[in-house]
């Protein structure tokens, strides 16, 4: 079926820069919105960036100007540039999409198997 699969995960110094890849391969129809989530620890998953497929946007206000969430539609990849990074981004990320993996189905949602991204002081 469908999966994701995160990529581009690192440890970096605050101020520095992470891209993040997501790459949905499998039995996919149609997707709809793709997006990135992060749950750091001991804190609940939250969201931090989402597109959907006719490319509106919306960001934590966490992340809002650091951050930025685009699409390569044609490949099923969805990336996420990190800019001005903090201690406090420090979480696993990971992909999601909203997915109709075969003709007629349900929108279904998938998430991948989540990359660490730890930023240092």
């Known amino acids: 079926q469908v999966q994701l699969v995160e990529s581009g995960g690192d440890l970096v110094q605050a101020g520095g820069s992470l891209r993040l890849s997501c790459a949905a391969s499998g039995s996919i129809f149609s997707i709809d919105a793709m997006g990135w989530h992060r749950q750091a620890p001991g804190k609940q998953r939250e969201l931090v960036a989402r597109?959907?497929?006719?490319?509106?946007?919306n960001y934590a206000d966490s992340v809002k100007g650091r951050f930025t969430i685009s699409r390569d539609n044609a490949k099923n990849t969805v990336y996420l540039q990190m800019n001005s990074l903090k201690p406090e981004d420090t979480a696993v990320y990971y992909c999601n999409a909203e997915v109709r993996p075969f003709r007629g189905s349900r929108w279904q949602d998938y998430w991948g198997q989540g990359t660490q991204v730890t930023v240092s002081s």
């Open positions: 597109m959907t497929s006719g490319g509106r946007t």
